[in-house]
């Protein structure tokens, strides 16, 4: 069982940063899977913004955010990051990670773990 706990949202300017953090926790040993991070807009599905393995080693990341956002993990710490970058109204959303998928990290019924979500607004 794994235990993760979102921080870092807030309303942030147009053009401006934020960095997420999930916190793991529970008997899985963290650096033993992959983590991602989804979001979710009102009225809108759940959707991929990026995913890391389990060393850390690789990454893969949504088009609309690519070259903005940067997923990162200590595994020392366990923890996993989402740096945003030159921000985006569109952006704002619901932010959850995830972890221990079984298949495609883009595809959110494959992760087992879900945090409870922390609110990034982006203001025009």
């Known amino acids: 069982q794994v235990q993760l706990v979102e921080s870092g949202g807030g309303l942030v300017q147009a053009g401006g940063s934020l960095r997420l953090s999930c916190a793991a926790s529970?008997?899985?040993?963290?650096?033993?899977?992959?983590m991602g991070w989804f979001r979710q807009a009102p009225g809108k599905e759940r959707e991929f913004v990026a995913a890391?393995?389990?060393?850390?080693?690789?990454?893969y990341s949504a088009g609309s955010v690519k070259g903005r956002f940067t997923i990162s993990r200590d595994n020392a710490k366990n923890t996993v990051a989402l740096q945003m970058n030159s921000l985006k109204p569109e952006d704002t959303a619901v932010y959850y990670c995830?972890?221990?998928?079984?298949?495609?990290?883009?595809?959110?019924?494959?992760?087992?773990?879900w945090g409870q979500g922390t609110q990034v607004t982006v203001s025009a």
């Open positions: 529970g008997r899985r040993t963290f650096s033993t899977y992959a």
């Open positions: 890391i393995s389990e060393s850390g080693g690789s990454t």
């Open positions: 995830a972890a221990d998928p079984s298949g495609s990290w883009s595809d959110s019924s494959n992760y087992e773990y």
